[in-house]
């Protein structure tokens, strides 16, 4: 798996193409898993690189600073688990002052667009991005449109009923639940 890193003023890699899916991927739980499924099935339909973006320090670590939850796994942990699943690329995106100030419409154009070349977006249905979190499916979709690349949208992935979640998989281990943690991570912690 290659590893990129990117800030806001990054410029694009010529020819680069792909397509790719936008998260913090802490833990790469079964839902996450879910969407990293969609992923390649696109990425071998259109015979793309299948790239997970991510961000270092997260957002939560960025504003909550030391109130931020702790992680699940490290950066490197998170190659390596999201190496083992086949995945082509992993862009860091910096996230600092600059990606924070970006607005939605300036993320897609900026990082999605003119860094990444994005030919086909797989996201959650839950997916906000953008100053103040404003960014939503409904304008991804819409500027897919006008940039030219394709929004795949799934639905929330549920274990018993109930959203399957780094804060899920926190709380039970804060618990001692480690069974429930495994099951909603689908491996052994």
Known sequence: MRLIRKSVHSSGEPGFKCVATIGNFDGVHLGHQAVIKELQKW??????????ITFE???QEFFLRNKAP??????????EVLQGLDIDVMCVLRFN??????????????????????????????????????????LLKQQGK???????????????NEKISSTR?????????????????????
């Not at 990425?43 to 997970?52: D, F, G």
């Not at 702790?70 to 998170?78: F, G, I, N, Q, V």
């Not at 086909?120 to 991005?129: A, E, R, S």
């Not at 998989?169 to 912690?189: D, T, W």
Request: hydrophobic share 50%; no cysteine; aromatic share 8%.
């Open 97 to 138: 002052a600059a990606m924070a100030s970006l607005s939605p419409e300036d993320f897609i154009r900026v990082i999605l667009v003119e860094n990444l070349n994005i030919q086909h977006l797989v996201i959650g249905n839950d997916f906000k991005f953008g100053k103040d979190r404003k960014g939503d499916i409904a």
């Open 43 to 52: 990425a071998k339909k259109i015979e793309l690189p299948a790239t997970v």
């Open 146 to 160: 006008f940039f030219d690349f394709l929004v795949t949208e799934l639905p929330m992935y549920l274990l018993n």
């Open 57 to 59: 320090p997260t957002p």
């Open 169 to 189: 998989i926190r709380k039970a281990l804060m618990l001692g639940e480690v069974a429930e943690a495994e099951n909603l991570l689908g491996r052994k912690v």
């Open 70 to 79: 702790r992680r699940l796994m490290k950066l490197r942990e998170k190659f």
